[in-house]
Structure formats: structure tokens, C-alpha cells
């Protein structure tokens, strides 16, 4: 069974500064990764997704890496500001999502 | 493309009753997913469909769940006889897999679940 860990739980930070999400995921039988946001009591969007033959993906100031020997994904966020205040969550996609806990930022202003 | 639609967005029920949700996909994507997220976890698989053929079901689904996609469009998720524990916010997705590894899926807003 895939169990996908997200490291740290919650984060805070002041606007400006970058941002690392942690995600780690025990197989690597995947096709491929996906961060999503969540804002609270809403649904989820999608930020970016890596296929599995791939190492990073990029996408304006965010910045997703995958390293899949090793089971590991992160998430940069470059000059954080108020508005990425969120919930992210990882998920991997061996035909469905196995999701991680989630990461809760908060970016002060 | 009007994204991922899920009625109701909020729906409160005694424990006891029926309820049941509706998923609108995107149009052109024939794979649809229904998960479950509860306070502070991330969401769990429930069920999918490839077409109107329904192709996996988690443990999670007790024989209370069922869903269905009649004719390969919009999806219903039914629970019978709701228990607080089905307390959640539950989540359709919908996906057009052009290849194992360029899959993505798309959420819709959910439907928030609270048994009384």
C-alpha cells in the first residue's frame, strides 16, 4: 500500500522569504506526482504534475522536483507572499491518488 | 470547459438518512474518481470509473455506499443510512488519461457532509 508522508505538517513564514514542502512516498511504482493547493473548506487545484520519467517541472515561482529512486518530491516557492497562504498536498498517481497529510503555510505579512 | 461541478456544495442530514451527491466531469474525460477527505487528512480514494463501467472500489466504500455513472457522464454517490462517521468533505475528480504519466486529474469544489 502506498503511504505518502508530507514534512513539515504546518509552516510559517514571512512574506518574501522561499518555501520548502517536503513530500516522501514509500513505492516508486508511479506514473506520475501532483501538488495540489488547498484553501480552507474548498476543493483542490492543481499546481503542478511530474511524470515519473521526469526530474523537475516548473511553473512561474513554484518549482517541483521528483526523485523517484528514492521516493521523494519538492515543492519550492519562491518570494512567498500572503496569497500562497494554503494547504499542499502530494499526491502520486499509480491510477489513483494516494495523498499526503498536507503541508499548512502561512505566509505573514 | 467549465471544470469539475459537485451538488450540493453543503448538505446536513440526520443520522439514519439517505443522502446522495452528483458529479459533472469535464466533458471530454472519461475517467471519474470519488475520494474522501476528513479534518485534516488528506483525501482517500473511494471509487472510479472508466466510462460508465466502475472499475475499482476502495475497502472504505461499505455495502451503505454506492455509486454509479449510467451512461458515462455525470456520477451519483449514494450512502444509505448516513452515521456520523460519515461526517467529510467528499471530492469527484475527473481525468482524460492520454498516457500512463500525463494523467491528471481535476477536482471539483466538493461536497461537505455533516451528519446530525
Known amino acids: 500500500k502506498q503511504e505518502v508522508t508530507q514534512i513539515p505538517a504546518a509552516l510559517s513564514v514571512p512574506e518574501g522569504e522561499n518555501l520548502v514542502l517536503n513530500c516522501s512516498f514509500t513505492?516508486?511504482?508511479?506514473?506520475?506526482l501532483q501538488w495540489f493547493r488547498q484553501d480552507p473548506g474548498k476543493g483542490l487545484t492543481s499546481l503542478l504534475l511530474i511524470q515519473s520519467s521526469q526530474r523537475e517541472q516548473t511553473s512561474g515561482r513554484l518549482n517541483a522536483s521528483l526523485d523517484k529512486s528514492s521516493g521523494r518530491s519538492t515543492l519550492y516557492i519562491a518570494a512567498s507572499q500572503p496569497g500562497d497562504s494554503a494547504t499542499y498536498l502530494c499526491a502520486v498517481n499509480d491510477y489513483k491518488l494516494s495523498f499526503g497529510a498536507g503541508t499548512t503555510v502561512t505566509v505573514r505579512a | 470547459d467549465t471544470g469539475v461541478s459537485q451538488d450540493p456544495r453543503h448538505k446536513i442530514t440526520k443520522r439514519g438518512q439517505n443522502v446522495t451527491f452528483r458529479c459533472d466531469p469535464i466533458s471530454e474525460h472519461n475517467r471519474l474518481y470519488w475520494y474522501r477527505q476528513t479534518l485534516g487528512q488528506g483525501p482517500e480514494f473511494l471509487t472510479y470509473?472508466?466510462?460508465?463501467?466502475?472499475?475499482?472500489k476502495s475497502r472504505l466504500l461499505s455495502d451503505r455506499f454506492s455509486a454509479e455513472r449510467p451512461k458515462g457522464s455525470f456520477s451519483t454517490l449514494e450512502i444509505q443510512r448516513t452515521e456520523q462517521g460519515d461526517s467529510a468533505m467528499y471530492l469527484c475528480?475527473?481525468?482524460?488519461?492520454?498516457?500512463?504519466?500525463?494523467?491528471?486529474?481535476?477536482f471539483g469544489p466538493g461536497t461537505r457532509l455533516t451528519v446530525t
Open positions: 470509473f472508466q466510462n460508465e463501467a466502475q472499475l475499482e
Open positions: 513505492d516508486s511504482a508511479i506514473y506520475n
Open positions: 475528480a475527473s481525468s482524460f488519461p492520454r498516457g500512463k504519466g500525463s494523467d491528471e486529474q481535476y
